[in-house]
């Protein structure tokens, strides 16, 4: 990953079971760059507009919310991987980014969040001018 956004690890390097499906339970992220913005996608099935909360404080990301998985009313589970909780995910911004102009979209369960580059930082190119 380049220096624009670096992620921070807020997992627990303890090997307890309780820690490892915790671990689990992190929404799986990919970043991308273009010349003008970064684009972070997260898969978040289960998580809703309501139990999701974004926010950057001293250009540090955060992405934290509910994964709220119902059972059907009546029903009781067999066997269950899949499980609701809470989580957090943290990535350091480099001063690149213009915090002012992230965008986030959540559908079907997808997040994409638009991270614009400042203008000072974007590539442009230089006309060249005759004589």
Request: hydrophobic fraction near 35%; avoid cysteine.
């Amino acid at each position: 990953m380049n220096d624009i956004a670096k992620q921070q690890d807020t997992r627990d390097v303890s090997t307890s079971q309780e820690q490892k499906q915790k671990r689990a339970l992190l929404p799986p992220v990919d970043i991308f760059e273009e010349d003008e913005a970064l684009h972070v996608i997260a898969d978040m099935p289960g998580v809703t507009r309501e139990t999701l909360h974004i926010e950057v404080d001293q250009n540090v990301l955060s992405i934290e919310g509910d994964i709220q998985l119902a059972m059907p009313e009546g029903i009781s589970a067999s066997y269950a991987e899949i499980q609701g909780d809470r989580f957090a995910r943290r990535f350091t911004l480099s001063q690149e980014i213009d915090t002012d102009a992230i965008r986030a979209q959540l559908t079907d369960g997808v997040l994409t969040l638009t991270l614009p580059k400042r203008e000072t930082h974007r590539r442009r190119r230089i006309e060249v001018k005759a004589a």
